[in-house]
């Protein structure tokens, strides 16, 4: 689903952000991804959304080599992929329904379908009650969950979230991360970003630790101590 082979990555002013990573994610597998502020953990998902290229190696997703696609295949694979961000970038003066709608009435769906749909969306996160609400009437953890209906609202096979917790307390966050294990269980490829150590150890999964660019550790979590 996911494949990095010996990525790396420099932007333009000299910044080594990758080195030489390699990973595999397979289909309906859940990660994490760590790493100290600065460790390149935003690189790498920018590389799986396309919004930056490798500067050597390759990123295949589906099966799709991005160094080779051309733009309408990159409209294509974007489609395929839920992004979620820390501060869930949602629009203020729009309604949670529409914040949520927003990239079907991109795509060009019906009232009906975008309606039937986005309901299916906020149902799952919990917050269908909510439909009319505006952002600001809505606490971080709902806001965090709207940000998560707008990225799964065309089911995507894969998510990837930048700090998705970023903003929660212990108790929000756990919720979040409970969210996208129900994703996970329905089979969408989930991979998470945090720096939350506390976070992962309290869960059993992959996790892939970048430090300074580098890929320094991949697997199970033992403990928390010594991850870094
Ligand atoms: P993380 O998400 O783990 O904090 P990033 O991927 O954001 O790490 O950053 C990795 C390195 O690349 C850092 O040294 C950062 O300053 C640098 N970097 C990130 N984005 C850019 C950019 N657009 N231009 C130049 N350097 C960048
Ligand atoms: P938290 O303590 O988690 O930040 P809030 O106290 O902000 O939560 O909100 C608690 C509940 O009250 C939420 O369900 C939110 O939707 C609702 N709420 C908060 N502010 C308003 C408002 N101005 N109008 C209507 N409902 C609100």
Known sequence: MISFEEVSKTYPGGQQALVKVN?????GEMAFLTGHSGAGKSTLLKLISIMERPSVGKVL???????????????YIRRDIG???????????????????LPLVIEGYTHKE???????????????DKAKYFPMMLSGGEQQRIGIARAV??????????EPTGNLDPKLSMEIIKLFEEFNRAGVSVLIATHDLGLIARMRYRTLTLRRGRMITDGLTESEGDML
């Open 23 to 27: 990973f595999h994610i397979a289909p």
């Open 114 to 128: 975008i309606n039937k749909r986005v309901m299916a969306a906020l149902e799952m996160v919990g917050l269908h």
């Open 83 to 101: 992004m979620i961000f820390q501060s869930h970038q949602l629009l203020m003066d729009k309604t949670a329904f529409d914040n949520v709608a």
């Open 153 to 162: 609202v065309n089911k995507p096979p894969i998510l990837l979230a930048d």
């Open 61 to 75: 997703i589906n099966g799709h080599d991005l160094n080779t696609i051309t733009r309408r295949q990159i409209a």
